[in-house]
């Protein structure tokens, strides 16, 4: 409302809902939680020592069952906060306290990738009008084909 840039706690992570299809595909001790997929370095998760395939399964008192969970749970904390992670690390669980940091330096990263340009037969044209560009023309060629549309 006045003009600021609104910021959550941020954990540092990419993960993936677990359900029975996951988990059987990755070996996991658990059937439900949140698969880390991705940690940023020097990210807060990075630092407390979180690892690609653990399976968050609580963030503080709160029990986490699916990715969208995880991130609820994280942004119900204050940036700044350290709250509890609790982990299935193969059929270990373990527990990291995570220092949340700000999202505002990953908003601005997102920013300044939608910002990019890309020079078009002359002219500069931003990535994210390139993709809309990318998509109508994509639509355009499945109404004309003979097999699209229908």
Known sequence: ???ETV???YIGLSMQTVNNQ???QNNLAVSEGAYVVE???DGPAAEAGIQVGDVITAIGDESIVSADGAILAVRSHNIGE???VTVMRGTEEMTFDVTLGSDESLQQQQQDQ???TVNVNG???SLEDLINLYQQYQQQQQQMSP???M
């Open 1 to 3: 409302i006045a003009g």
């Open 7 to 9: 910021t959550h706690a």
């Open 22 to 24: 996951t988990a059987y």
């Open 39 to 41: 940690v940023a370095a």
């Open 82 to 84: 350290t709250v509890p």
């Open 114 to 116: 939608q910002n990019q």
């Open 123 to 125: 002219q500069d044209v």
């Open 147 to 149: 097999f699209g549309g």
